[in-house]
């Protein structure tokens, strides 16, 4: 059975950097993307971007362009989200989702809280 | 940018009732690039209709969708506890992908 798994919460400090994995297990992993999805408090979703190992393309959401960077590693079957300059607005949970791009998001990770806070 | 307005805001029912929310978008989303998701607190999305109408596996068929266009819905036949939630759409055909701000079904 398809399973994301992701990394445990965060505590940064304005300014610092924050890198999210999301292990991914019971499918192929470059047959699908992985989308980036976070809510902050109070908030909807929104969704960030999304990235593939397939022909390694990105898709970032333009507010986001600059200061995130999704990477693939297709023998982990692993996709990262970093964000950087972090301020007290990204302080969300943050999910990873198969799909999202092209597709819905079927399957969907834990979350991982990430707090930002002097 | 595709922006998704979903109406009501909240929406307040009876057990038994039938729920009808609206996900309306600022440009044509081809229905087959729409879907509904539910969100419980402490707990992650999920897919309930994907393409629009269809659903997704496991989703009980209390649950529909319809709609094209501009013009969507979700509609929930006959409330269960469980399904007391909040309610997403989600565009996937153009880039930004984007959400609807949410539907809150609460307990009357």
């Known amino acids: 059975q398809v399973h994301l798994v992701q990394s445990g919460d965060e505590v940064k400090k304005p300014g610092a950097s924050v890198r999210v994995s999301c292990k991914t297990s019971?499918?192929?992993?470059?047959?699908?993307?992985i989308s980036w999805v976070r809510q902050a408090p109070g908030q909807g979703l929104e969704w960030m971007g999304w990235?593939?190992?397939?022909?390694?393309?990105?898709d970032y959401a333009q507010r986001f362009q600059g200061r995130i960077t999704m990477t693939t590693d297709t023998p982990t079957s692993t996709v990262y989200m970093e964000l950087r300059s972090l301020r007290s607005d990204d302080t969300a949970v943050y999910y990873c989702?198969?799909?999202?791009?092209?597709?819905?998001?079927?399957?969907w990770g834990q979350g991982t809280q990430v707090t930002v806070s002097s | 940018e595709i922006v998704l307005t979903q109406s009501p805001g909240t929406l307040s029912l009876s057990l038994g009732e039938r729920a009808t929310l609206s996900c309306r978008a600022s440009?044509?989303?081809?229905?087959?690039?729409l879907a509904w998701y539910q969100h419980k607190p402490g707990q992650a999305p999920r897919v309930l209709m994907y393409g629009a109408s269809s659903r997704a596996t496991g989703i009980p068929d209390r649950f529909s969708g319809s709609g094209s266009g501009t013009d969507f819905t979700l509609t929930i036949s006959r409330l269960e506890p469980e399904d007391f939630a909040v309610y997403y759409c989600h565009q996937f055909g153009s880039s930004p992908r984007t959400f609807g701000q949410g539907t809150k079904l609460e307990i009357k």
């Open positions: 989702a198969r799909g999202g791009f092209s597709t819905s998001c079927d399957y």
């Open positions: 990235a593939t190992a397939y022909n390694d393309n990105r």
């Open positions: 440009q044509s989303v081809s229905s087959s690039h």
């Open positions: 019971g499918y192929t992993f470059d047959s699908y993307g």
